[in-house]
């Protein structure tokens, strides 16, 4: 059985509408699937219809970001209820906290550089103000010919540390895992081979740390980090006693992810997180 459980839309960052994303899951072979748009379940109701429709068996979900150990970390919940009102709550919050940090990155890019237009210019990828992106900005950045590559946008301008880097005062891990657990869902630690820590260790003590407030799952295969990682965060989940969770993170065609479905399969001896979870179908 082909699963998987990290997915974005163009709800978020990524660039098919729900219903097409759904299609090309089904063309990969999935018979099981999350839709995990970036601090927001507004897809939700558009993949779980397509999927009800193509046959497969659909979690409704979502990355949330979060502050941690100085980083931004992410926390997929999965099979939550979108209709909860403090969800909602939860979930404006956070699209007011991405707005508001575009318009303070588009200020950097026109102080540091005379670069104009950028908020708007983001905001016409981002197709909302919902869920605005530093991915929006690097589409926009490379659209105009001021980067190269979609790549040299994130490492000139975005990525932390550099110059139109703008600090975003996330909710905690702990707030996050409260709101999923709230609306029924369970909470993976998502990717968690790919933060950049001060120490290596740190990740590990995140997963002890997420384990302490509750976490349910941490992902042991991912599309976004190495075979190395999902190998040592297999081990993560056997020590501390987790669900393991997979998913590709596929963004758009040509990008750098495998195709839904396709990241590595899971340890047979770990239990899925998918056997927890009430499936749509
Ligand atoms: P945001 O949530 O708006 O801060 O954007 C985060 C998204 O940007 C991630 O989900 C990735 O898709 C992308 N991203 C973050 N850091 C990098 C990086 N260093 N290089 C390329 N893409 C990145
Ligand atoms: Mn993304
Ligand atoms: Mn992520
Ligand atoms: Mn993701």
């Keep these: ?9 163009n709800v978020s960052d990524g660039s098919l509408p729900p219903r097409e994303l759904v299609a090309l ?17 507004a897809g939700v109701p558009e993949a779980a219809e397509a999927a009800r429709s193509a046959g497969i068996g659909f979690v409704p ?13 992410h926390i997929v919940g999965l099979g939550l209820d ?18 508001k940090r575009g318009q303070r990155i588009a200020e950097k890019f026109e102080k540091l550089y005379g670069i104009r237009g950028s908020y708007e210019g983001a905001l016409s990828f981002a197709g909302n103000r919902e869920n605005l992106s530093r991915t929006h900005f690097a589409r926009w950045l490379l ?12 490492d000139r301008f975005l990525r932390t540390g550099r110059p139109c880097f703008v600090q975003t005062d996330w909710p905690s891990v702990a707030e996050a895992v409260a709101i999923i657990h709230r609306t029924g869902g369970l909470a993976v630690i998502a ?4 933060y950049h820590f001060d120490s290596e260790w740190m990740s590990d003590e995140l997963c002890r740390d997420f384990r302490r407030m509750g976490g349910d799952a941490i992902e042991v295969s991912s599309g976004s ?3 190395a990682a999902d190998l040592h965060f297999a081990q993560v989940a056997r020590d501390l006693g987790f669900l393991a969770s997979a998913g590709s993170d596929w963004h758009s065609p040509g990008g750098t992810r495998p ?3 396709h990241q590595a399969p899971i340890p047979d001896d770990l239990t899925p997180v998918w056997d927890k979870l009430r499936i749509g179908r």
């Design 259 to 261: 195709a839904p479905g």
């Design 82 to 99: 979108a209709d909860d009102a403090e969800a909602e709550r939860f979930f404006a919050g956070a699209s007011t906290l991405r707005d």
């Design 25 to 41: 899951a089904k063309e990969s072979g999935v018979s099981l699937m999350a839709l995990t748009d970036h601090d927001t379940m």
């Design 61 to 73: 979900g979502v990355e949330i970001s979060t502050a941690w150990g100085g980083q931004t970390v």
């Design 225 to 227: 980090q190495s075979p």
């Design 143 to 154: 659209r105009e010919g001021i980067v190269k590559t979609y790549q040299e946008a994130f």
């Design 191 to 194: 990717h968690p081979g790919r």
């Design 1 to 9: 059985m082909i699963i998987d459980l990290h997915m974005h839309s």
